[in-house]
């Protein structure tokens, strides 16, 4: 999606003219406006600031960003103004930058955004604005209450840019933003169990609740002689002939990181003592046979941002 040049912001009279001692003051006074009036979350860089521009980020790194993200973009910072820790306190041994970036590319972003944009960043002491300075980051976040602000989602909402990485998050964002994308887990509901006529015959099906109520559900189908079929659907009739999902994809994401590693007790409450460990079992097994969730990103301190998913 272009970017949007009816949303260009109006700067103040005479910041096309200010010097850049003038500008750099402006920016910082704009800054503490900004934090106190819209509450921006500001962004943590620690030792991956100054990472290799092409670091490997896993599906489930970019995943877990743009899944809660508004707004995704690709912005080059232009100038970062230190704001004073009497009038805006930083964590300790962090100092406070008000970044002024040079939108380059809208991944997602309804209203559009315009040309430039503004966010809060903490940087190590040690580090050097110039680390940050004109190098490209996809940032994660919603629009700020002003034209021209972004509000990180958390404190290490952005990425350093690389082709790879940018292709990545454009992908896994369409997969998101597609009519039939697989829902937000929120708890493992009911799990049901039933033994067949023969020995080694049965069969668990257990129902997952959605964010959006949408029904998905797992089955777990065993037969005499045969290699146990894992299954996940969509919708409200559970298929036998599903399958697992494969890895990097959202419905895998959806389950390999939303879902408990073991069966809540509440979900088996109404299966008898055996069918409850079979259930169980069969959950555990369903839960083995997924591409684990890898993650590779470091969460900065303070960063809360997670998939949601939850036990029951």
């Known amino acids: 999606m272009p970017i949007q ?10 910041v096309g003219l200010s010097t850049r001692i003038a500008r750099r003051a402006l920016l910082a006074t704009v800054a503490i406006s900004f934090a106190f009036s819209c509450n921006l979350s500001v962004g943590y860089a620690q030792s991956s600031a100054t990472a290799p521009v092409a670091a490997s980020f896993s599906y489930a790194d970019i995943a877990e960003l743009a899944d809660h993200a508004e707004v995704v ?3 080059r910072p232009r100038s970062l103004a230190k704001i004073d820790p009497r009038v805006m306190p930083s964590p300790p ?11 380059d590319s809208l991944i997602r972003g309804e209203a559009g955004l315009p040309s430039r944009v503004g966010f809060l960043l903490d940087l190590p002491v040690a580090t050097k604005p110039s680390a940050i300075k004109g190098k490209s980051l996809i940032l994660f ?44 887990i929120t708890r493992v509901v009911e799990a049901f169990h039933v033994e067949g006529t023969v020995a080694g015959e049965s069969e668990t099906q257990i ?40 890895p990097d994809t959202l419905l895998w994401y959806r389950l390999a990181c939303g879902l408990p590693p073991a069966l809540p007790m509440a979900a088996a409450m109404k299966l008898d003592g055996t069918g409850a460990q079979a259930a169980a079992a069969d959950y555990r097994s369903f839960m083995e046979r997924l591409t684990p969730c890898a993650r590779t990103r470091a969460p900065a301190p303070g960063a809360k941002l997670g998939n949601g998913g939850t036990g029951g």
């Open 5 to 14: 040049p009816h949303l260009l912001c109006a700067r103040p009279a005479g």
């Open 73 to 75: 973009a690709v912005a």
């Open 93 to 103: 041994g962090m100092q406070r930058f008000y970044v002024d970036s040079q939108v």
């Open 141 to 184: 976040g919603r629009s700020g209450t002003r034209p021209g602000e972004i509000q990180l989602l958390s404190s290490d909402a952005r990425l350093p840019w690389s082709p790879e990485t940018e292709a990545r998050t454009r992908s896994i964002t369409a997969e998101l933003l597609a009519q039939d994308a697989p829902p937000e």
């Open 207 to 246: 129902f997952l609740a959605t964010r959006g109520g949408q029904p998905v559900s797992l089955s777990i189908v065993r037969r005499p002689d045969m290699e146990p079929r894992f299954g996940a659907a969509l919708g409200e009739i559970v298929d036998e002939a599903a399958n697992l999902p494969a």
